[in-house]
């Protein structure tokens, strides 16, 4: 699971992409990507260039627990199609 707000000035989200990319050109068997418009670094709203302390957006949390709580996601079969990969 990859999250990304797209307003982070620490992390810029064209790392999130390169990210993503370099996961599917070798196949990795589960990842998705997130972004959040109006997030920045720490998951709390923020323009570009400003970035405050502060709670962290609920979305983020929602789609972090639907993620790992989805019951398609077999972590044990997950772990033998990884090995497998050349």
């Known amino acids: 699971m990859i999250q990304q707000g797209k307003n982070d000035s620490k992390t810029p989200i064209q790392q999130a992409f390169l ?5 599917t050109e070798v196949k990795h068997p589960d990842h998705t990507l997130i972004t959040y418009p109006d997030l920045g670094h ?3 709203p923020s323009s570009q260039w400003l970035t405050s302390p502060g709670p962290m957006d609920q979305k983020v949390l929602e789609d972090l627990f639907g993620w790992l709580s989805d019951p398609v996601r077999d972590y044990k079969k997950l772990t033998i199609l990884s090995s497998q990969t050349p």
């Not at 990210?19 to 996961?23: A, D, F, G, P, V």
């Open 19 to 23: 990210l993503q990319q370099e996961l």
């Open 42 to 44: 720490l998951f709390y």
